[in-house]
């Protein structure tokens, strides 16, 4: 009778439980990234674990003397060059700065600078006109 007195207890109690009501609350959502309406008390934190899964570094983009030097010095001659035309100063004439070949021509009432990238085979041309027009 033991038995019997514990099974109809049991039966009842998960009649009971299948017989209630269920009772919940709404989901609400919290954002957690600053940027997106979060705390920004969570910013550094998230900061921290995107650097360390960051496994991308950066190439190294130093250059040595010898190539600055040459950039430099490229850079100069070809601001003298384009003072010079402007200024009405500079001939007709072809002037090589080792990456760039210059070729400046009169045609008209126009100067033509042809640009020429010698590593990589860019050609630009600038038309100046003598006449400040």
Do not use: W
Request: hydrophobic content about 40%; overall charge negative; charged content about 15%.
């Amino acid at each position: 009778m033991n038995y019997r007195m514990l099974f109809m207890g049991a039966a009842l109690s998960a009649a009971n439980l299948v017989a209630s009501q269920a009772q919940a609350t709404e989901l609400v959502y919290t954002p957690i990234n600053p940027s997106f309406g979060g705390s920004p008390l969570n910013g550094s934190y998230l900061l921290n674990k995107a650097n360390i899964q960051n496994d991308h570094t950066a190439e190294s983009t130093e250059k040595d003397f010898v190539t600055r030097f040459k950039e430099s010095l490229e850079r100069n001659i070809l601001n003298t060059v384009t003072r010079g035309v402007a200024n009405g100063e500079i001939t007709e004439g072809i002037y090589d700065t080792g990456d760039f070949t210059i070729v400046i021509s009169t045609v008209g009432e126009n100067v033509i600078l042809t640009l020429t990238n010698l590593l990589t085979g860019e050609v630009t041309e600038i038309v100046m006109s003598l006449n400040g027009g």
